[in-house]
């Protein structure tokens, strides 16, 4: 096969699972085929942007990685961009320790991928020494096919040629490309005038909302701004566009009174922003220079010289897509297995059972779920309270009490060891000129705490800040929000719209770490400064949906994680018209579920715009390869995999939208297929995990207008409890679905 040539961030989608049959439905990824090479870029690619050369000579049906290696596609792209990160870091290479580095010359050796793999293949690669530091990975030696690198080196005549002229052409079509993508709109007129009204903004100007609100809607956005408000409602009930309206009344009077205003709608995600940009727009004010809409990150990049300045040079991880998720999880692996391999054995007598159990474990499934759980810890607890690695700041973090949702950790010996890795995965983070959108925010923060600030805080501030999504904003974030305003003197005044139960584990831990002191620093104004409004009509969905909602809804563990979680559901209703109730298919075999997905898409097609949500997303590899089969079957297919993919979305009216559930937040379409749901487990120990998994359900389910289809397989252990006990209660119709 000719060779392939990839950038990191193409690389990141395969790590992250996606198949290479998807990639043609990918929103994110663009592949040309040239005459001596093939061409893999990610949207937003700069055309200088380092290149990962993999020779593929001899591989015959495996398009990425080395034949043998297929079943672990993931993890070897992952550890390739890894290499490719550390190449480009000036200063020596310097790669983890159980890679088992050997060099000779140009060439370096290392371990494709990490155990368990019983022919420990090893890539010989080679960083080249052009201005991108480009790196090719040359060819794969297996135990029974030992190469030294100086027998390589002698029996490799390949000259690497040059591919510059096919790359600027591959480059400028993916430009061409996502272009097109990004502005496909119908163009045809009558159907642009459905797609408007099938719109969240529904073609409605401002006056013919503010007729159309319901009660509940309308308390809120008549609400005296004096004070801070908190807007909750259940998916679907209308926050954003609620918060929206708020925001153009507020906008509307100041200029009624001649008054200068600067109003701010922050969001988590790009898909929001956008969203309620177009909202304004299609009520057809024109251009609003007072009111800026953006997310968070956005706004901590533009408006913090200082931060742009030291940053540059470095990229972002973990941004809001699902590969930047997957990138730091396979990170604090790798950190993980350094450590156990190493220095674990010094700290190991001294720490509990539960840990030491974890920590000791190979199994691949133990390991994911302690990095999930360290990523959490990291994020939500280490770089919440600001916590960075230096002297002393292991007795800061000793000193962070523990609350009931965190990592349990029974004393400073556990916390020892998380320190440890935790100083690990930061320099490892260093290594590859990575930061995270923590590291940002916490500049952030200490930029809007200084003088400077304070001083420019008057002209540069906003009066009224709007936050959408605050569900999913961790306490460092609310920090920030605060400092946003403008008049130092008054408490800031803030209007929030969330709704807790949308925000799977990672992220809504932001709102249960609100409520524990231990983060200090927070500046969050007494509970009687902030009003309280809920709303209680639900307009997405049909009422038999909402049944089903408010059934997962009570089988969500009890935490004590104060008021935003106290949503009383009871009182929640639908306003739209009776529809069917929602089915439950269980089928025989996970082949048989794919076939079963693929007729209920082919019955659904006609009914408009199709979400397949993908509840777990470790299944996601297995939901990206249907993608590319439902698109042979000429069904127009999209993938999303980040929510800022979802832009070029918002136009399309008809065909299948294929992603994990977390990034069809926001969405809302005709008909839902809920799939790749695992057995939600009633252990009290996997508390985490069975909040994030109902979360997901509910934030899948949610996304449906009126249809609800969801698939179980017998391969996977069938329906979970949550749906065996609403088919039992009659809130789905069950069905048998196809055996094989
Ligand atoms: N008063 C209303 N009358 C008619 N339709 C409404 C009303 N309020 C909201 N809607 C419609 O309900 C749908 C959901 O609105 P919106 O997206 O604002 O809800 P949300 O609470 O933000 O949802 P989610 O939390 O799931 O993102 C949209 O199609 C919107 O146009």
């Known amino acids: 096969m000719k060779p392939l040539i990839m950038t990191v961030a193409a690389a990141g989608e395969i790590a992250s699972g996606l198949s290479p049959d998807a990639i043609p439905s990918s929103a994110r990824l663009f592949v040309s085929n040239q005459p001596s090479v093939d061409i893999l870029l990610a949207a937003g690619d700069g055309e200088d942007a380092q290149r990962i050369i993999v020779m593929r000579s001899e591989n015959d049906a495996e398009l990425i990685v080395p034949e043998h290696l297929s079943t672990r596609r993931s993890d070897v792209v992952s550890r390739m961009t890894n290499f490719a990160e550390r190449a480009r870091t000036p200063g020596p290479l310097s790669l983890p320790t159980h890679w088992h580095q050997y060099k000779h010359n140009r060439y370096i050796a290392f371990f494709a991928v990490p155990p368990p793999e019983v022919n420990r293949s090893r890539w010989i690669a080679e960083v080249l020494s052009n201005k991108r530091s480009d790196v090719v990975f040359w060819a794969a030696t297996t135990s029974k096919r030992e190469v030294q690198l100086e027998e390589f080196e002698a029996a490799n005549a390949v000259e690497l040629p040059d591919f510059d002229e096919e790359w600027s052409i591959a480059f400028a079509a993916a430009a061409a490309h996502f272009e097109q993508e990004r502005r496909t709109e119908p163009v045809d007129v009558e159907v642009r005038l459905r797609i408007r009204e099938n719109s969240v903004a529904k073609g409605w100007s401002y006056e013919q909302w503010m007729e159309a609100v319901d009660d509940d809607q309308r308390a809120f956005i008549t609400a005296d701004p004096g004070k801070s408000i908190r807007l909750r409602g259940p998916a679907g009930s209308g926050k954003t566009i609620t918060l929206t309206l708020k925001a153009i009344r507020e906008m509307l009077r100041a200029k009624e009174r001649n008054e200068d205003i600067r109003v701010l709608v922050a969001t988590h995600s790009w898909s929001i922003a956008t969203e309620i940009d177009q909202i304004v727009d299609a009520m057809g004010f024109g251009s609003t220079p007072e009111l800026d809409v953006f997310p968070l990150l956005e706004v901590a990049q533009n408006m913090a010289p200082i931060y742009s300045e030291n940053g540059a040079g470095s990229s972002l991880v973990g941004d809001d897509s699902y590969s930047g998720k997957r990138e730091q999880l396979d990170q604090i692996r790798e950190v993980l297995a350094d450590f156990t391999s190493g220095d674990w054995i010094t700290y190991r007598d001294a720490t509990s059972e539960a840990l030491r159990s974890r920590l000791d474990s190979s199994e691949p499934t133990h390991r994911t779920a302690l990095a999930w759980d360290l990523l959490v810890e990291f994020g939500s607890v280490l770089g919440a309270a600001r916590i960075w690695p230096g002297a002393g700041s292991d007795l800061r973090y000793y000193k962070v009490p523990r609350a009931a949702w965190m990592l349990p950790l029974a004393g400073r010996a556990d916390m020892r060891v998380v320190y440890e890795i935790y100083c690990r995965h930061m320099a490892s983070l260093d290594e590859r000129q990575l930061v995270t959108s923590d590291q940002v925010l916490s500049d952030f923060l200490g930029f809007l705490q200084s003088r400077n600030w304070n001083r420019l805080r008057r002209s540069h501030g906003y009066d009224l800040v709007f936050v959408d999504e605050f569900h999913y904003f961790n306490p460092l974030e609310r920090q920030v929000l605060h400092y946003l305003t403008r008049d130092v003197a008054v408490y800031p005044k803030i209007f929030m719209a969330m709704d807790p139960r949308q925000s799977p584990s990672l992220d809504f831990l932001g709102s249960a770490a609100d409520q524990t002191t231990s983060l200090g620093e927070s500046d969050s104004p007494d509970d009687d400064q902030v009003a309280n409004f809920e709303l209680t009509s639900v307009h997405r969905f049909t009422p038999q949906i909402l049944t089903l909602v408010k059934h997962i809804h009570h089988n969500f563990p009890t935490f004590d994680l104060g008021q935003d979680w106290d949503i009383d559901f009871a009182g929640i209703e639908s306003a739209r018209s009776a529809g069917s109730l929602p089915v439950l298919i269980s089928c025989g075999t996970r082949a048989a579920e794919e076939i079963d997905i693929y007729r209920a898409v082919r019955d659904l097609y006609s009914h408009g715009r199709i979400a397949v949500a993908v509840v777990d997303t470790r299944q996601w590899d297995r939901f990206s390869a249907l993608a590319a089969r439902l698109r042979q079957g000429k069904f127009h297919v999209s993938i999303i995999t980040s929510q800022a993919d979802t832009d070029s979305l918002r136009n399309r009216h008809h065909g299948v939208v294929v ?47 009126e249809k609800v289809h969801i698939l179980v397989n017998d391969d996977d252990g069938g329906a979970p409890g949550v749906l065996r006990d609403a088919a039992d209660k009659g809130l789905v119709v069950a069905a048998r679905g196809s055996e094989v």
Do not use: H, K, N, W
Not at 672 to 684: M, T, W
């Open 659 to 705: 992603g994990p559930a977390e990034y069809l937040a926001g969405l809302q379409f005709p008909s839902a297929i809920v799939a790749g749901i695992p057995e939600i487990s009633a252990d009290p120990q996997a508390v985490m995990e069975r909040t994030r998994f109902l979360s997901l359900l509910y934030l899948a389910i949610s996304r449906a207008e």
